[in-house]
Nanobody, 117 residues
Framework: QVQLVESGGGLVQAGGSLRLSCAAS????????MDWYRQATGNQRELVAG???????NYATSVKGRFTISRDNANNTVYLQMNSLKPEDTGVYFC???????????WGQGTQVTVSS
């Protein structure tokens, strides 16, 4: 089992910045991809950004140029730096990792991000 603990959410004005963190711990499985998803009220959960073990990244079109995902492999931690935040970035942000020999997907509990206009 892998446990994920997120932190860094909160309330910010449009144009502001937040940095989310997610620390993975547990059984010692190798962590493969690390991702951030978000879910706005009434919407489906969507992939915001992902990063591989080697550092390759991908982003949702809506956040390209504003968000940056990074990871610390030594500490099994993934970060999401969010700049130029917009009200439409509001939602619950979930950390997710794929770990172990079967790339099982694990989820964090989510952290609320609210961007006021």
């Amino acid at each position: 089992q892998v446990q994920l603990v997120e932190s860094g959410g909160g309330l910010v004005q449009a144009g502001g910045s937040l940095r989310l963190s997610c620390a993975a711990s547990g059984s010692g499985f190798s962590i493969h991809t690390m991702d951030w998803y978000r879910q706005a009220t009434g919407n489906q959960r969507e992939l915001v950004a992902g990063i591989t073990t080697g550092g390759s990244t991908n982003y949702a079109t809506s956040v390209k140029g504003r968000f940056t995902i990074s990871r610390d492999n030594a500490n099994n931690t993934v970060y999401l730096q969010m700049n130029s935040l917009k009200p439409e970035d509001t939602g619950v942000y979930f950390c997710s990792v794929r770990a172990g020999p079967y790339y099982h997907q694990y989820w964090g509990q989510g952290t609320q991000v609210t961007v006021s206009s």
